[in-house]
């Protein structure tokens, strides 16, 4: 059975920086690109970031390049997202997501919250 | 970056049959089809339809996409109560280098 279990979000001044993580079970983690998408409170789903399998190509949103960056480590079967200049619009649900052509397996999320 | 359009809401009674769309354009929707996932309140995204306009395995079969030109649709026959849900289309786009999402639509089963 494919999972994926977020962990790291919590409160967060502006300004401040987090680091979360994804564990993947159930799948070979390395044949595969991996994403994180986000949710604002009431609102609708925003890609973040994406990474290949082996780690060489990344691609971000354009409103968190330069803050956000992504990365994998294969023989761990994690993927992770740090974040670093936070803002209160960055406030969401984060979602790990694994990408077989399209978001086929979703993480339950962790709650980031930005706000002093 | 932008993305792609959906209609906010869409209401039909019990057993009817509900499409939804999502607009895009050439360097998305166009290029390689919009995928649909389905989310109910408090629970993560659920992937129906491939871009392929395919199912995945477990989807039940009254749930249908296809695509026109730079518009994507998803057809759900029979609605059930449990249809009831936010509905988001998403598509990769070429000249973004970055995956979009759809706004989404709010089905409301009456």
Redesign the interface.
Known sequence: EVQLVESGGGLVQPGGSLRLSCAASGFTFSNYWM?W?RQAPGK????VA?IKQDGSEK????SVKGRFTISRDNAKNSLYLQMNSLRAEDTAVY?CVRDY?????????TLVTVSS | ?AGLTQPPSVSKGLRQTATLTCTGNSNNVGNQGA?W?Q?HQGH????LS???NNR?SGISERFSASRSGNTASLTITGLQPEDEA?Y?C?AWDSSL????????TKLTVL
Do not use: T
């Open positions: 994403n998408v609708g789903l925003e890609w994406n691609y971000y949103v354009d979602y052509g399209d978001f086929d397996y979703w993480g339950q999320g | 970056q995928a996932l989310q993560p995204p659920k992937l491939y871009r392929n995945p936010d988001y998403s280098s970055a995956w979009v999402f759809g706004g989404g």
